[in-house]
Nanobody, 128 residues
């Protein structure tokens, strides 16, 4: 049974930093591209960042590029999202997801439908 468990969310001030973690179990973690998505109240879930199986390639939504960094630790089955210079518009529930497709180590997807497994989410609130 695949489980993805996010942690690290909370209430922060504008300009602060926060690191989210996602611990995976029940899958061969190093073979799954991983992604982070977020969903603000009343909005669709949107892509934030993704990383290939080894971590050699990463991708970001335009809105977070330069402020957020995705990384992974395959030895500990964990993917991270380091968020800095947080803005009120970053307020959302953040979800990690695992993509079950076999792309090799050259590709990640930014499409929600590509991801087979999802965590339960962790809430991030950025207060002004």
């Amino acid at each position: 049974q695949v489980q993805l468990v996010e942690s690290g969310g909370g209430l922060v001030q504008v300009g602060d930093s926060l690191r989210l973690s996602c611990a995976a179990s029940g899958l061969t973690f190093s073979t799954y591209p991983m992604g982070w998505f977020r969903q603000a109240p009343g909005k669709e879930r949107e892509f934030v960042a993704a990383i290939t199986t080894s971590g050699i390639r990463t991708g970001y939504a335009v809105s977070v590029k330069g402020r957020f960094t995705i990384s992974r630790d395959n030895a500990n089955n964990t993917v991270y999202l380091q968020m800095s210079t947080l803005k009120p518009e970053d307020t959302a529930d953040y979800y990690c997801a695992a993509d079950a497709a076999n792309y090799g180590d050259n590709y990640y997807s930014s499409m929600r439908r590509s991801y087979a497994f999802w965590g339960q989410g962790t809430q991030v609130t950025v207060s002004s």
